[in-house]
């Protein structure tokens, strides 16, 4: 299988369909030289749909970021099936995860990471020139920067640096950077959590907005429970472990 040839699964219509999956970390050693581990996950399944926003809470350590990581192929499981589109992910050689990451996953990170020598339209950019695009071929993709600027709000501001804006601003910028491969999924850790409450709700409707206009499937972490109010389906995690799974009516 080439680089560009992902296995396709036809077990499940979600975008994001776990099964069965666990991840465990060596942990030490027990008294008697046998190794310790600990289970981050615990025979997890999960389905997110496209067009849809998931809540995924629970208390620290209860297996969210863990989840996050494999569902965006940044971990591997250590048992159990993941399956992102219609691609089997445990299925990719480390270069076709890394595609996929590339092409079908859009990440949201806590702090958004951005470069401060860049202006807020090459933070964009910058993700082309990651998958390859050069030359008229990367300038060509200006245009779809400058749209997703546009679409969440930032369409007069191409050209300023990141010391110019707000942390709210900044994490809009986050989002539209992570569109820019046209992705499937996103995936979002806590990206509200260095906000107030107010940017809080106005970051999360944004992406109730967005997960709706482009049909994606998307999976936020947070801890305000104040937030799930904007989310078509809530998943508690406890010890790694899904505790409930619930369908909500979302506000707006």
Do not use: C, W
């Amino acid at each position: 299988m080439t680089s560009t040839q992902h296995r396709k699964s036809k077990t499940s219509t979600a975008t994001v369909d776990l099964r069965q999956v666990s991840l465990v970390y060596p942990d030490g050693q027990n008294p008697d030289g046998t190794q310790r581990t600990i289970a981050a996950l615990d025979q997890v399944d999960f389905t997110a749909n496209k067009g849809e926003l998931t809540a995924l809470i629970g208390q620290s350590g209860s297996g969210k970021s863990s989840l996050l990581s494999v569902i965006g192929a940044l971990v591997q499981p250590t048992s159990g099936t993941v399956t992102v589109g219609n691609t089997s992910v445990r299925e990719l050689n480390d270069s076709q995860q890394a595609q996929l990451r590339r092409d079908t996953v859009g990440l949201i990170f806590q702090q958004p990471n951005l470069l401060s020598a860049l202006s807020v339209r090459d933070q964009l950019l910058v993700t082309d020139h990651l998958r390859g695009l050069r030359g008229a071929k990367l300038k060509a993709r200006r245009t779809r920067a400058e749209e997703l600027l546009e679409v969440v709000g930032l369409q007069d501001m191409a050209d300023r640096k990141i010391h110019a804006l707000s942390g709210g601003q900044r994490q809009r910028v986050n989002i539209a950077r992570a569109l820019m491969g046209t992705p499937q999924v996103l995936l979002a850790d806590e990206p509200t959590s260095a906000l107030d409450q107010s940017r809080s709700h106005e970051i999360m409707q944004l992406l109730q907005r967005l997960t709706k206009e482009f049909s994606v499937a998307t999976v936020v972490v947070t801890h305000d429970t104040g937030l799930v109010q904007y989310a078509d389906q809530q998943v508690t995690l406890s010890d790694g472990e899904v505790a409930s799974a619930e369908r909500l009516v979302s506000v707006g």
